[in-house]
């Protein structure tokens, strides 16, 4: 599966953005999926992930309540939206597919997006 993240961009601190993640090659449905963030001098990192169905979800504390992932399997798509956001969220976005279920771990993950930059204004 070929997967290209989108939606980053420049946002205030407070805004909200929803980055988009497509596939292509293999329907969506058939994985695990997640979101990573790499954030300038500093490891890549998990940030959310989601069942196939997407009937569970997982998040790391900082994004608690900030940020939501979704997917909708018709459109082959996979979503994050990030509200209220803070100028620590400025980063790179990874979407990636998995087998595993709800894995926080990046070495599951066998297939990635090549980034979208979303940077948090103070």
């Known amino acids: 599966v070929q997967l290209q993240a989108s939606g980053g961009g420049l946002v205030q601190a407070g805004g909200s953005l929803r980055l988009s993640c497509a596939a292509s090659?293999?329907?969506?449905?058939?994985?695990?999926m997640g979101w990573f963030r790499q954030a300038p001098g500093k490891e890549r990192e998990f940030v959310a992930a989601?069942?196939?169905?997407?009937?569970?979800?997982g998040y790391t504390d900082s994004v608690k309540g900030r940020f939501t992932i979704s997917r909708d399997n018709a459109k082959n798509t996979l979503y994050l939206q990030m509200n209220s956001l803070k100028p620590e969220d400025t980063a790179v976005y990874y979407c990636?597919?998995?087998?595993?279920?709800?894995?926080?771990?990046?070495?599951?993950?066998?297939?990635w997006g090549q980034g979208t930059l979303v940077t948090v204004s103070s």
């Open positions: 990636a597919a998995a087998a595993a279920y709800l894995e926080r771990r990046q070495g599951q993950y066998n297939y």
């Open positions: 090659g293999r329907t969506l449905s058939l994985y695990n």
């Open positions: 989601i069942t196939r169905s997407g009937d569970s979800t």
